[in-house]
Nanobody
Framework: QVQLVESGGGLVQAGGSLRLSCAASGRTASGRTFTSYSVGWFRQAFGREREFVAAISWSGDTYYSESVKGRFAISRDNAKNTLYLQMNSLKPDDTAVYYC????????????????WGQGTQVTVSS
Protein backbone atom coordinates (compact mmCIF):
# COMPACT_ATOMS: atom_id res chain seq x y z
CA GLN A 1 0.00 0.00 0.00
CA VAL A 2 1.33 3.42 -0.99
CA GLN A 3 1.69 5.93 1.81
CA LEU A 4 2.20 9.63 1.14
CA VAL A 5 3.21 12.19 3.77
CA GLU A 6 3.28 15.90 2.93
CA SER A 7 5.32 18.55 4.72
CA GLY A 8 6.52 22.10 4.24
CA GLY A 9 3.31 24.04 4.52
CA GLY A 10 2.97 27.18 6.58
CA LEU A 11 2.16 30.86 6.65
CA VAL A 12 3.84 33.17 4.14
CA GLN A 13 3.29 36.70 2.89
CA ALA A 14 2.12 37.39 -0.63
CA GLY A 15 5.04 37.30 -3.01
CA GLY A 16 6.92 34.80 -0.88
CA SER A 17 7.93 31.21 -1.51
CA LEU A 18 7.41 27.80 0.01
CA ARG A 19 8.62 24.33 -0.88
CA LEU A 20 6.36 21.39 -0.23
CA SER A 21 7.63 17.84 0.06
CA CYS A 22 5.83 14.52 -0.19
CA ALA A 23 7.58 11.40 1.07
CA ALA A 24 6.35 8.19 -0.54
CA SER A 25 6.64 4.61 0.64
CA GLY A 26 5.11 1.25 -0.18
CA ARG A 27 3.85 -0.24 -3.42
CA THR A 28 0.74 0.11 -5.52
CA ALA A 29 -1.76 -2.71 -5.82
CA SER A 30 0.14 -4.06 -8.82
CA GLY A 31 3.50 -3.83 -7.08
CA ARG A 32 4.88 -0.59 -8.49
CA THR A 33 7.20 1.57 -6.44
CA PHE A 34 7.64 5.36 -6.46
CA THR A 35 10.04 5.32 -9.40
CA SER A 36 7.39 3.88 -11.70
CA TYR A 37 4.19 5.78 -10.95
CA SER A 38 2.95 9.30 -11.63
CA VAL A 39 2.48 11.75 -8.81
CA GLY A 40 0.77 15.08 -8.49
CA TRP A 41 -0.28 17.94 -6.28
CA PHE A 42 -3.84 19.06 -5.70
CA ARG A 43 -5.24 21.73 -3.43
CA GLN A 44 -8.50 22.46 -1.71
CA ALA A 45 -9.47 25.87 -0.43
CA PHE A 46 -12.10 26.26 2.27
CA GLY A 47 -15.56 25.73 0.80
CA ARG A 48 -14.25 24.76 -2.63
CA GLU A 49 -13.66 21.54 -4.51
CA ARG A 50 -10.25 19.94 -4.68
CA GLU A 51 -8.40 21.10 -7.79
CA PHE A 52 -5.41 20.00 -9.79
CA VAL A 53 -2.16 21.93 -9.39
CA ALA A 54 0.65 19.98 -11.06
CA ALA A 55 1.74 16.47 -11.92
CA ILE A 56 4.88 14.64 -12.96
CA SER A 57 5.27 11.26 -14.61
CA TRP A 58 7.76 8.59 -13.65
CA SER A 59 9.96 9.77 -16.54
CA GLY A 60 9.81 13.45 -15.57
CA ASP A 61 7.13 14.84 -17.87
CA THR A 62 5.26 17.64 -16.15
CA TYR A 63 1.91 19.38 -16.46
CA TYR A 64 0.56 22.43 -14.64
CA SER A 65 -2.74 24.15 -14.14
CA GLU A 66 -2.94 27.54 -15.79
CA SER A 67 -3.31 29.25 -12.43
CA VAL A 68 0.17 28.19 -11.25
CA LYS A 69 2.10 27.88 -14.51
CA GLY A 70 5.26 29.96 -14.35
CA ARG A 71 5.12 30.30 -10.55
CA PHE A 72 5.18 26.70 -9.31
CA ALA A 73 7.60 23.91 -10.20
CA ILE A 74 7.05 20.23 -9.57
CA SER A 75 9.96 17.82 -9.32
CA ARG A 76 10.77 14.39 -7.97
CA ASP A 77 13.81 12.69 -6.51
CA ASN A 78 13.40 9.01 -7.23
CA ALA A 79 16.44 8.11 -5.12
CA LYS A 80 14.72 9.64 -2.10
CA ASN A 81 11.16 8.61 -3.02
CA THR A 82 10.17 12.24 -2.63
CA LEU A 83 8.00 14.64 -4.60
CA TYR A 84 8.43 18.41 -4.37
CA LEU A 85 6.46 21.52 -5.20
CA GLN A 86 8.40 24.77 -5.30
CA MET A 87 5.91 27.62 -5.00
CA ASN A 88 7.07 31.14 -5.84
CA SER A 89 5.27 34.49 -6.14
CA LEU A 90 2.55 33.20 -3.86
CA LYS A 91 -0.82 34.91 -3.83
CA PRO A 92 -3.63 34.89 -1.25
CA ASP A 93 -5.65 32.80 -3.74
CA ASP A 94 -3.07 30.03 -3.33
CA THR A 95 -4.25 29.53 0.26
CA ALA A 96 -5.43 25.94 0.58
CA VAL A 97 -4.65 22.51 1.91
CA TYR A 98 -2.21 20.91 -0.52
CA TYR A 99 -2.41 17.19 -1.16
CA CYS A 100 0.04 14.81 -2.74
CA UNK A 101 -1.45 12.01 -4.86
CA UNK A 102 -0.18 9.01 -6.78
CA UNK A 103 -1.45 6.82 -9.60
CA UNK A 104 -0.28 4.11 -11.93
CA UNK A 105 -0.10 5.18 -15.54
CA UNK A 106 0.49 8.56 -17.18
CA UNK A 107 -0.13 12.05 -15.84
CA UNK A 108 -3.76 12.83 -15.01
CA UNK A 109 -5.55 15.93 -13.75
CA UNK A 110 -8.78 14.59 -12.25
CA UNK A 111 -9.00 13.66 -8.59
CA UNK A 112 -10.82 10.39 -9.29
CA UNK A 113 -7.89 9.22 -11.42
CA UNK A 114 -5.62 9.04 -8.38
CA UNK A 115 -5.88 6.11 -6.01
CA UNK A 116 -3.48 7.17 -3.30
CA TRP A 117 -3.58 10.38 -1.27
CA GLY A 118 -1.69 12.03 1.54
CA GLN A 119 -3.29 13.81 4.49
CA GLY A 120 -2.46 17.29 3.22
CA THR A 121 -0.48 20.29 4.42
CA GLN A 122 -1.90 23.77 4.97
CA VAL A 123 -0.55 26.71 3.01
CA THR A 124 -1.73 30.16 4.01
CA VAL A 125 -0.73 33.25 2.06
CA SER A 126 -1.41 36.57 3.76
CA SER A 127 -1.96 39.79 1.84
Amino acid sequence: QVQLVESGGGLVQAGGSLRLSCAASGRTASGRTFTSYSVGWFRQAFGREREFVAAISWSGDTYYSESVKGRFAISRDNAKNTLYLQMNSLKPDDTAVYYCAAREGPIAIMTHQYGYWGQGTQVTVSS
